[in-house]
Structure formats: structure tokens, C-alpha cells
């Protein structure tokens, strides 16, 4: 009886035995069979991607090029744009995947690339190989000395601080006329010049309210105050402007933060906005976008307000007497330019490194009177009008 039980038991645990065995050889065959149908997926994906890209003009980052999409597909031709801003190694990517001819697009006038080590800079990754070639001049560039942007009164200083004054404008007709479309917008403050009859397309408005740190940033809530005003009158006074066709730069983020909520959360300021421009008119304003200098590189604007925020008795001014970041806060306008802060500051800083631009045109401005100092009764007339209290622009 013992021996016949022990039978049963070794034949049940031989059959689960065979049927675990059989179980595990059938999901292997599964197993292999997905590994498989996802191996000839894969091929198949390639293929396809091969295809299109062969038959494509590629468009990708310097980063993006070293993908494993691109990683079989040569580019004989390569067209890098905005190639100051990019670092040298980043440069290269591109060109090591079998280019034979090589356009680099930029300005090394303008913003170089974002370092953030102090140590990557001193050992000189932030000149990008735009920069490093054409300050060499191993190798042909051209410059393109035409602008098709910007009013030429907006143009003028940069061409002749930044560019030898070697940068022409497309914008004016046959006969030296300025073309319609960069017509300068109603403001208050653009006084039409009596002599000429001529409205400015640029100005700057010249105030004593101190900057403050906020964060290891900076503010100057009078700057903000201005340019919310500034923002106000050229709404209500251009009926053809839009939200959209306004960009605020300033080179601090705690500004930015600032002048949005001013401009699109604070309840107070959205309800003087409101009773001012009218409830469609108000909702315009989350449309202008209000960035940092960095974030305006490449674009461009109908109207530009440029909160500089330094404001100070030492003549202080950071990294804003970057030049490059002046030539880029100068130059996103099509029309209208409003620059505000302390021109005292702003010339005190001439000492600092890059800063004598700020200098230049700060003379620039007072030789063709274009500073419109807003102190005292005249800042509070402003600011009344836009339904500030003396206090609340301290």
C-alpha cells in the first residue's frame, strides 16, 4: 500500500514537474518571439526614419545632432544659426558628422554663450567658435550691413557703438523717407520735435527711484511703476497696437516677476487697467511678453520698454554693463524704444568693464534730446495719471 502511494506522489510530482517544464519552454518561444517582433519593429522604425531623413533638410540643435536618430546620416552641408550663442564644443557636433561645407550665422556683438562656471569662463568656454574665428579672421566672413528691423533713429546709436557704423538700414524708400510701417506710436512721451515736426522713436525716461535686492536679484519699483504707465498710454492712445506687439526686457528676474504682477495678477492694478482701457482692452496686457535680455535674443517687437532697474549713488551697475546686453536691449524694437532708469548711474558706471557703452549713450541721448527726466512733480503727474500713489512708487 506504502509502495503504491509513493507511486502517486512520484507520478504527480513528475507530471507538474513536465508541466512546468513545458510551461517554461512555451514562455520562452513567447519570449523569444516578442524579443523578436520588437527587433524587426526596431529595424523597420530605423528604416523609416532613414528614409525620411535622406530625403529631408534636417533641422536640429548642435546637441541634437549627436542623436541616435541622426546617428547614420551625414551632413555635407551645414547651416548653424544664432552660432555665437553656442559653445565651441556644442559647435562641433555637427560639423565632425562628415560636413564639407560649413555657414555660421550670428552676431558676437550680441550675447555669447550661457556659461555659468566661473572657472568654464576664466578658461574661455563662453567664446563660442563664431567669436573665436571671426576675431581671428582665419577665415572669410561677411557681414550682413543691411537692417531691415528698426526705425533708424532706434539703429543709429548701435550702428555707431557697436558696428564701426557700418550697418545701413533697408527701412528707409528711394527718396530717404522712413517706411510708414515703423511710423513712431502716439505717447506722451514722444514730444514731436518742433523744429522737424517729427514724433522720436526712442526716449529716456530719467527718474531718482532707487533699485533694491529681492532674492539675489534686484528691483526698482519706480522703474516698474514707469514702465506700467508707459504701457497704459500707448494702449489707450493706439487703437492699431496690441498686447502682443509690446515687449518689456529688464536684465533682473526679480523685475520680471515684478512687472507681471503688476501687469496680470496684482487686483488693484488690474482694476485701475480695467476702468482706464476697458474690460477687452485690459486683457491685452497678458499678451506683451516681459522677459530678460537673454530671453529677447532673436526677437522682436513692435514697441520695446527696457527696464534697466540700476539706480544708485556708487554708479553700480553688474552685469547689466555687459555691452553685448546693451546692444541686444537696443535693438528688439521695429518702432517705438522706452529705456528707464537712473541716467546718473548709468554714466557713473563708465569705470566698470563693458560699461563705457553705457556712457556713449547716455551722451547719445542728451545730443539729440532724448532724455525726458521724470522726477518730482513730473513723476507723480505721471504716475497720478495711472493710478499710482506717491507712496507705492517710494
Known amino acids: 500500500m506504502r509502495t ?20 517554461r519552454a512555451i514562455l520562452a518561444n513567447v519570449d523569444r518571439q516578442f524579443w523578436g517582433v520588437r527587433a524587426k519593429l526596431y529595424r523597420l522604425r530605423q528604416v523609416m526614419i532613414t528614409d525620411v531623413l535622406m530625403q529631408a533638410d534636417i533641422c536640429t540643435t548642435c546637441i541634437g545632432a549627436a542623436s541616435s536618430e541622426l546617428r547614420n546620416i551625414d551632413f555635407p552641408v551645414v547651416f548653424l544659426d544664432e552660432a555665437s550663442m553656442a559653445t565651441e564644443p556644442a559647435s562641433l557636433i555637427p560639423l565632425m558628422k562628415g560636413s564639407q561645407h560649413v555657414v555660421l550665422i550670428g552676431d558676437h556683438k550680441q550675447l555669447p554663450p550661457v556659461i555659468r562656471s566661473r572657472e568654464a569662463q576664466i578658461r574661455g568656454l563662453n567664446i563660442g567658435l563664431f567669436e573665436r574665428l571671426t576675431e581671428e579672421g582665419a577665415i572669410q566672413s561677411i557681414m550682413l550691413d543691411m537692417q531691415y528691423r528698426m526705425h533708424p533713429e532706434i539703429s543709429r546709436f548701435p550702428s555707431s557703438e557697436f558696428y564701426a557704423r557700418s550697418l545701413k538700414d533697408g527701412t528707409v524708400d528711394s527718396g530717404g523717407n522712413i517706411l510708414a510701417r515703423l511710423r513712431p506710436p502716439l505717447s506722451e512721451h514722444l514730444v514731436i520735435n518742433t523744429l522737424t515736426g517729427d514724433r522720436p522713436s526712442v526716449v529716456f525716461l530719467d527718474h531718482d527711484g532707487l533699485e533694491a535686492l529681492k532674492d539675489r536679484s534686484r528691483i526698482n519699483v519706480t522703474d516698474a511703476a514707469i514702465v506700467c504707465a508707459v504701457i497704459e498710454d ?21 523685475q520680471i516677476s515684478l512687472l507681471n504682477y503688476l501687469l496680470n495678477v496684482d487686483p488693484d492694478r488690474r482694476e485701475h487697467f480695467r476702468g482706464i482701457l ?55 524694437a521695429r518702432r517705438g524704444l522706452f529705456v528707464i532708469g537712473g541716467l546718473a548711474t548709468l554714466r557713473a558706471g563708465s569705470a566698470v568693464r563693458g560699461a563705457a557703452a553705457w556712457k556713449h549713450y547716455a551722451d547719445f541721448l542728451a545730443g539729440a534730446q532724448l532724455v525726458r527726466p521724470l522726477k518730482g512733480d513730473a513723476l507723480r503727474e505721471v504716475l497720478g495719471r495711472s493710478g499710482w500713489g506717491i507712496g507705492e512708487s517710494a
Open 4 to 23: 503504491l502511494e509513493r507511486n502517486i506522489d512520484e507520478a504527480r510530482t513528475n507530471d507538474k514537474l513536465n508541466r512546468q517544464a513545458n510551461l
Open 234 to 254: 500707448l494702449l489707450r492712445q493706439n487703437d492699431d497696437l496690441r498686447g502682443e506687439d509690446i515687449g518689456v526686457i529688464s536684465p533682473y528676474i526679480a
Open 278 to 332: 476697458g474690460a477687452s482692452r485690459a486683457e491685452e496686457l497678458a499678451q506683451i511678453e516681459v522677459k530678460t535680455v537673454n530671453g529677447f535674443e532673436g526677437r522682436q517687437k513692435e514697441i520695446v520698454l527696457f527696464s534697466t532697474v540700476r539706480n544708485n549713488a556708487a554708479g553700480s551697475l553688474g552685469f547689466l554693463a555687459d555691452r553685448r546686453r546693451l546692444n541686444v536691449g537696443l535693438t528688439r
